[in-house]
């Protein structure tokens, strides 16, 4: 017997975000499969009194195993189709309804935080990095899909899905999922989500963010006759090198400062070209 939808949340050291999350999800609980990938703190304690379903890695693994997982999880357990969603409260359960429904005709749903009510609350440094994800993957495959970075996602879930996936490695699922999806022609819709940071950090890229980044937009410039791929590959070195760099994507000057205490980057770009662009090719 089939069932319905999975949404499969990867958590970890989430427990000051983590109850919260769990009381707006209470609709959902028996819909809902929490990964706790090795957390050190309280979170699989609080997970295990929460009557939600999750399973426990013995270690950190990465948020690509514990996608891998959960969809694993969803084929085992005849699940049809899979909602990705963060489990430290930056994504938010009202979107749910409208991504399901979507899932009734589309074969992906990618969400974006990048539309006229919330463009105004998210910080610089996160707009330019989200912007010049969606610009790599816009000048490879032709596909403007907003907002990329997102791991909000919905999809059916497949074998040969998990199979595209299998060998993948830390961030770069998030990419990798949206690679299937254009080189296999899916049919897909885009949906808007609420933008929900938390201010307590310094907002920053990882290297290992961007390594991801570069990996999945190398793989799909592998796939289409594209002059960008090997400056994909000295973007690459100078990530592994650690150092500052600048692409020039689709009429936008990107600036990527490494930050070596936080081993990222701080990522600059004109603010106002990237609001203006995202509302002017705004059609959803």
Known sequence: MKNACLIILP????????????????????????????SEDHTPDILRNSGFSFVSNAYNQGVSASILAGLNYAIDHG???????DADGQ???????LITDALESSDFV???????????TIPSSK??????????????????IPDVSCGFKGFKVTTDLIKFLEHTSGYS????????SLLNKKSYRIINTPAIYHYDSLL???????????????????????????????????????????????????????????NGYIIQAPIELLRNRLLSNHVL
């Not at 109850?19 to 999800?25: I, K, N, V, Y």
């Not at 990618?110 to 105004?120: G, H, I, K, P, V």
């Not at 699922?173 to 299937?180: A, L």
């Open 11 to 38: 958590a970890y050291n989430v427990e000051s975000n983590l109850p919260s999350l769990l009381e707006q999800l209470s609709d959902y609980r028996k819909s809902c499969l929490f990964i706790d990938d090795g």
């Open 173 to 180: 699922i998030i990419y990798k999922i949206v690679c299937f």
């Open 127 to 144: 707009l330019t990095s989200n912007m010049l994800a969606s610009c790599l993957f816009e000048v490879i495959s032709g596909v403007s």
């Open 91 to 97: 994504h938010s359960p009202l979107s749910l309804p």
């Open 110 to 120: 990618f969400t974006t935080r990048f539309f006229d009510e919330s463009l105004a």
């Open 79 to 85: 699940y049809e189709k899979v909602i990705l969603m």
């Open 204 to 262: 920053f890229t990882r290297a290992s963010e961007m390594d991801a980044l570069l990996s999945a937009t190398l793989e799909l410039a592998d796939n289409f006759d594209v002059s960008i791929k090997n400056l994909i590959f000295d973007y690459s070195r100078c990530v592994r090198n650690k150092e500052s760099f600048d692409i020039y994507v689709s009429g936008i000057h990107f600036h990527l400062f490494f930050i070596s205490e936080y």
